[in-house]
């Protein structure tokens, strides 16, 4: 039996503790947001406020301090001033606030003084704090004699929990020069920091030794390397998993379409992966899409239970049918007019948090991203710089990060007719639903009437569409690509990698095996 693995980090308070993991980088469960405003801002300072206020009732005069420093920044016009002038330069109001203390952040992580360092996670905390009394979730607790395992820890948290039933810290980074590390000290809870990241479930045993500054994991685990150059694209994979073949031989692949990250629970080991994961249905409200850490959790979850299969992300294709809770000041989110790419170039702010989340996602597995509703070559060029901007940016704070390959969504007729003009997209993905509704000049309460006689037209376009792709991977995730009625076309288009709902799989597996690449039927079907 494999031995433990016995992890190098540095100790910040002394102790041993044993006890199962609590892992802090992953989602809380999505709440509705209040609505948007600087009143609404305001409230959601108050209330933060109010939970430090009461995190000090009774605290030792260390952790007052703290919570002192905390309420003062909170309290300070500078802050509030800062905040405004966003707001007024047209930026939403959650991602005003947002900004605002990520520069405050950024000044103090490029400090030279590890104290003013240190005091950077004291600002994240009430940064999150804020956001999740705006999207209703307070910051969570976790079990009394976990040990907490996560890149940092808030002050706020620590002193939240109850310690007296035993537990520890065990951060990838960290400092000793932090606001948590001298709470642990005082009150005599083992930590570690600096152990870099390393794999760990929910519940795996784990020993903090801030004695001699190490953990210690079960058998299995292990040490998360630092990036390395990023890995085959999700959409054009081929792996192992979930490749069928055609009655003649044609090797296929088949991957499934999630819109909840729990979906990913019951992937099916002969699927080839996600070939779709529509991020919008994981985003309840405007604070939550300006909440890093939790999107980062969302993805990292589904890149870890995908394993070595490839998953792609699209990124937030809000507007239109899919309004965003607290966004209503756009002035247009029309099907056809501020939706997809062009409000996430539009409203840069929404776009720049998801990227920092999904290339600090990008470590954890075979991530690919792909872009909705694009129209011209340059709305990819701008999108990959602002990647590149962000990737940047978390070099600077040594944050680990992956530059994804970054794709499209093919639905759009115009984007369909030129797609040897977009060289800079790494893969293509037909999305057959809006393709067949602005083909058929349909409503999109109409279009289930409209589908069947648009299918040919919507085929004709595919076919034509294939061969300007320049041998790029191409896949298909509409819901065509789950009829086996169209099967036949599609094939005989040139697709070789299907992405359709989990519940479709059996059906297309099913259907594909029985014909031929060229979209016939085999000899005795």
């Known amino acids: 039996m494999a031995a433990p693995l016995r992890l190098t980090a540095k100790s910040a308070s002394p102790g041993i503790a044993s006890g199962p993991a609590f892992l802090a980088e992953r ?30 009732d009774g605290a030792d005069a260390e952790s007052r301090d703290i ?8 309290r300070d016009p500078t802050i509030a001033e800062a905040t405004g002038a966003r707001m007024e330069a047209d930026e939403n ?17 490029a400090a030279d003084e590890e104290q003013m360092r240190a005091r950077a996670v004291d600002i994240l905390d009430i940064k999150n704090r804020v956001l999740g009394a705006l999207a209703g979730t307070p910051i969570a607790d976790f079990p009394p004699g976990s040990i907490f395992v996560g890149k940092d820890m808030e002050p706020s948290r620590f002193l939240a929990h109850d310690w007296s039933k035993g537990g520890g810290i065990a951060l990838f980074s960290g400092s000793t020069a932090g606001h948590v ?13 600096g152990t870099g990241r390393f794999s760990a479930a929910d519940g795996d045993p ?51 379409n999630i819109n909840d990250p729990a979906e990913i629970d019951a992937l099916d080991p002969a699927t080839a992966g996600v070939g779709l994961m529509r ?3 994981s985003v309840a409200s405007i604070a939550e899409a300006a909440n890093e850490e939790r999107q980062l959790a969302i993805y990292r979850r589904v890149l870890e239970q995908a394993g070595d299969r490839p998953v792609t992300i699209r990124m937030l294709d809000i507007g239109g049918d899919k309004p965003l809770a607290g966004f209503e000041d756009l002035p247009s989110l029309s099907a056809s007019g501020l939706r997809g790419i062009r409000l996430l170039l539009a409203r840069p702010e929404i776009a720049r948090v998801q990227a920092r989340a999904l290339l600090r996602a990008a470590i954890f597995g075979k991530l690919s991203v792909m872009l909705p509703m694009v129209t011209f070559p340059d709305e990819i060029d701008r999108m990959r710089e602002l990647f590149r ?3 940047e940016k978390l070099g600077r704070r040594s944050l680990l990060h992956r530059m994804p390959p970054i794709g499209m969504m093919v639905e759009v007729p115009a984007a369909a007719l030129m797609l040897d003009t977009f060289g800079s997209a790494a893969f293509f993905s037909f999305g057959t639903n809006d393709l067949t509704q602005y083909l058929a000049a349909s409503s999109r309460d109409d279009i289930d009437a409209d589908a069947g006689k648009a299918a040919p037209a919507v085929l004709r376009l595919i076919a034509q569409a294939v061969k300007l792709t320049s041998g790029k991977p191409l896949s298909i995730c509409g819901d065509m690509a789950g009829n086996p009625h169209y099967l036949p076309g599609l094939l005989a288009a040139g697709l070789r990698h299907f992405s359709v709902a989990p519940a479709r799989r059996p059906a297309i597996r099913s259907a594909i095996i029985g014909l031929n690449a060229d979209g016939t039927r085999a000899a005795g079907e």
């Open 389 to 391: 901007e962000e990737a």
């Open 67 to 74: 919570i002192d420093f905390q309420i003062e920044v909170l």
């Open 93 to 109: 109001v959650v991602f005003a606030w947002v900004a605002t203390l990520d520069a405050y952040i950024g000044e103090l992580e």
């Open 27 to 56: 989602p809380d469960a999505p709440a509705p947001s209040t609505a948007g405003g600087y009143g609404a801002l305001e409230k959601a300072i108050d209330i933060s406020i109010g939970e430090l206020e009461r995190l000090a």
């Open 181 to 193: 590390a001298l709470l642990a000290r005082a009150k005599s809870v083992p930590m570690v920091i």
């Open 279 to 281: 991020s919008e249905f």
């Open 206 to 256: 784990v020993r903090v030794d801030g004695d001699a500054g190490a953990v210690v994991l079960k058998a299995g685990g292990i040490l998360i390397p630092s990036p390395m150059p990023a890995r085959t694209s999700a959409a054009g994979a081929q792996t192992e998993y979930g490749e069928l073949r055609t009655a003649d031989g044609v090797p296929i692949l088949l991957s499934i």
